[in-house]
């Protein structure tokens, strides 16, 4: 129900209730824009895109908590979410309604993220990207619960990424990282490059993933160790459905892990790689082969943890002739591009192929080839 009145001090008073009851109403000098109000009002409701003007003050923060409460998450995802969100977003506009929060006020947190300033450091580009990404899936989710019209992170221009090649490691990179680390995780070293497992991946093998015997060793990749919240250590889904996997396992990583198996007595079901007997954390991995990376030189175009050693498997499959698609299985990518997209300036350049299979069949059996002696230009002796 909607009506316009006359004020005794000559304003129109445009009022109308929501299907809730709740009154609203707005005063204005002429009665024109007083009906204006009311028909884009009466507009909204019957096309579905009426927004109650109180509920955008709820503050950021606020609707984010709630938002994140609900969601499906995997426990490191959701610890990254709420790091991303406490750490960069929070301080800046999380006290802000959301009603209040226009396309210039992301803008503006973007450019602060991305900039040094008041003792804090700037953010690498692609961290700045990751935190505009949760801060528009929250708006999304608001304009879906009809807290806001639209989204304020349309538009928004971001600090470019740049794409940095990989950099294989070499054979000797290889044998300093396994020679540098503590003996336990000498033969985590020889399995992650010999397979291209994920950090995760590797550390949550378990004996009885393991076939070791036969004429076609494998090993079974159907989950991972994470670390949660609290700082333990437990199994956890894979990356993407295209993870589970069975390897290959190779001649030298069978029998590192048939030395391992031995000399640390990892019974069937135990983990294969432990620190004091405990699963490893993100944390302590990292505390462990501080040395290893440091000696090994590694850097951002290797990669400076594991994933270096995966990078190195990529690198052998296509230095020995294997596909896209073979490379995408046996890391477990979701999608071809993805393996293209990292990986693609490793594959030998087609150019030399090309000419040498036109030069095998065109002229191949002419006398007369042009390739066969060296002409003179014209106007040259």
Known sequence: MASIKQRPDGAWRARYRDDAGKEHARHFALKRDAQRWIDEISASVLTGQYIDPRAGRITFREYAEQWRATQVHRDQTADSYESRLRRHVYPVIGDMPLAAIKSSTVQGLVKRLSTEGEGRAALAPSTVELVHKVVSTVFRSAVRDKKIPESPCVDIRLPRVGKTRVTPLTHDQVEILRDNVPPELRALIVLVAGTGLRQG??????????RLLGRNPA?????????????????????????????????????AL????????????????????KPITRAKFWHAFEAARKAANLNESTGTGLHSLRHFYASLLIRHGESVKVVQSRLGHATAAETLDTYSHLWPDSDDRTREA????????????????????????
């Open 358 to 381: 036109v030069d095998s069949v065109l002229f191949a059996d002419s006398a007369d080839s042009p390739r066969t002696e060296d002409h003179a230009l014209p106007g040259k002796s």
């Open 258 to 277: 048939n030395e391992h198996i031995a000399t640390y007595e990892v019974s069937d079901g135990d983990l294969l790689f432990t620190l004091g007997g």
């Open 219 to 255: 090993l079974t990749v159907d989950r991972q160790l994470v670390t949660m919240a609290g700082g333990g250590a437990d199994f956890g889904p894979l990356k993407t459905a295209a993870s589970d996997r069975a390897v290959p396992l190779p001649r030298v990583v069978v029998s």
């Open 201 to 210: 991946e590797a550390l949550g093998v378990t004996r009885d993933r393991l």
